[in-house]
């Protein structure tokens, strides 16, 4: 089974300070990698995904994700933090499921909080 | 814009009662997902459907959870009897399974109380 990995519950980060919210992969094959954002009481949103092309991902607001294959990974960035920014962020990856079709497994989430 | 629709947003019920949580996926979609998110467990994935046929339930607990498609515009999830354990707030998640994409886009949640 694929999987992903979050290894920071909580992330701080000053506004306007670059962030990064990091998280591994471990698949068979290639990967298919998202990221999705959720502000409090609210679904998850889509950020961005990776297929295929571009290293560097462009999501939606001003987000942007690096796939690194030797590093087996695919952290968020953005430059400049926001107070509103501040949200649960969650990684997930393609995986296959046993009765057929696909899936997305999920990471454990990591906390985001933009301080002033 | 489009967006997938839930009902009821928060429901408070008594042990032992029967819970109905509705979803209406996004027009066209012919995938749907169930979700329920706790602190302790995060997201757990309960059942998936693809052209409103069942593809996977084995993350629901078969003995009071059921899950349905009586058509393409909705789907339900329903728990009968319900336990305290059940609180936590379930999400319904609608896409559109074909190559490349997999992008799977999240209603509001249903935030379930048992006392």
């Known amino acids: 089974a694929q999987s992903v990995a979050q290894p920071e519950d909580q992330v701080n980060v000053a506004e306007g300070n670059p962030l990064t919210v990091k998280c591994t992969y471990s698949v068979s094959g290639n990967p298919y990698l998202f990221w999705y954002v959720q502000y409090p009481n609210r679904g998850l949103q889509f950020l961005l995904k990776y297929i295929t092309g571009d290293n560097l991902v462009k999501g939606s607001y001003g987000f942007e994700a690096e796939f690194n294959k030797s590093q087996t990974s695919f952290h968020l960035k953005k430059p400049s933090a926001l107070v509103s920014d501040s949200a649960l962020y969650f990684c997930a990856v393609r995986d296959i499921l046993t009765g057929g079709g696909n899936k997305l497994t999920f990471g454990t989430g990591t906390q985001l909080k933009v301080e002033l | 814009d489009a967006r997938v629709t839930q009902t009821p947003r928060h429901k408070v019920t008594e042990m032992g009662q029967e819970v109905t949580m509705r979803c209406q996926p996004i027009l066209g979609h012919n995938t749907v997902f169930w979700y329920r998110q706790t602190m302790m467990q995060g997201l757990e994935l309960l059942a998936y459907?693809?052209?409103?046929?069942?593809?996977?339930d084995s993350g629901m607990p078969k003995d009071r959870f059921s899950a349905e498609m009586p058509d393409a515009t909705l789907a339900t999830l329903k728990i009968q009897p319900s336990e305290p354990r059940d609180s936590a707030v379930y999400f319904c998640?609608?896409?559109?399974?074909?190559?490349?994409?997999?992008?799977?886009?999240f209603g509001p949640g249903t935030r379930l109380t048992v006392l």
């Open positions: 998640a609608s896409g559109l399974a074909r190559q490349g994409t997999d992008t799977q886009y």
């Open positions: 459907f693809r052209n409103r046929a069942p593809l996977d």
